[in-house]
């Protein structure tokens, strides 16, 4: 069985970060055990780099630029591949403050997973993630006959109820997982 990894990277440092700790993981390591001795076929890992000002502030460019190094490593591991979108800074007038916002993460994940469904070449997908974004282009997967499995928080209620109910198969980022990943 042929298997696609999709990662929606802020969702898996929210999760590591609020129930693990923040403990680093080897994302080969992830990829391996989320394939479940399937045929790797590809990880997809989304997110977007730190918003930056027009001059940057020092800050903004060492916070930038580490986040590119990661990105770069994870492009340098068996069958990965980094989709970028970008932050968006918008001023929120009740909150009185900047709010930044991930703009095309969740299309790119879309657009991957609907494209390597309908194309048939993967038959299995595992969406590391607790977004219902991703409904419509899961319904998609299914219609071509892809099992979608969806690995998300061990807190139940961070992934949404629709997400939940529309996934074939489920599996927390639990302790255990945890230590078989951890670098």
Known sequence: M???????????????????????????????????????VRTYYYDAPPYQSDPPTPEESKRFAGRQSFFSALRKLPRFDVREGRCQRNWDKTRNTWQYTQKRVDVFL?????????????????????????????????????????????????????LWDHADERAPLDAAMIAKIKR
Do not use: M, W
């Open 110 to 162: 879309a657009v991957d997973l609907v494209r390597l469904a309908t194309k048939a070449l993967i038959q299995r997908a595992v969406i590391v993630t607790g977004d219902s974004d991703f409904l419509p282009p899961i319904s998609i997967a299914k219609d071509e006959g892809v099992q979608v499995k969806v690995v998300h928080s061990p807190d139940i209620k961070q992934i949404h109820r629709d």
């Open 2 to 40: 042929r298997v696609a990894i999709f990662i929606d990277g802020a969702y898996l440092d929210n999760v590591l970060r609020n129930h693990h700790g923040g403990i680093q993981i080897a994302y080969d390591k992830l990829s391996i055990e989320l394939c479940e001795a399937h045929e790797h």
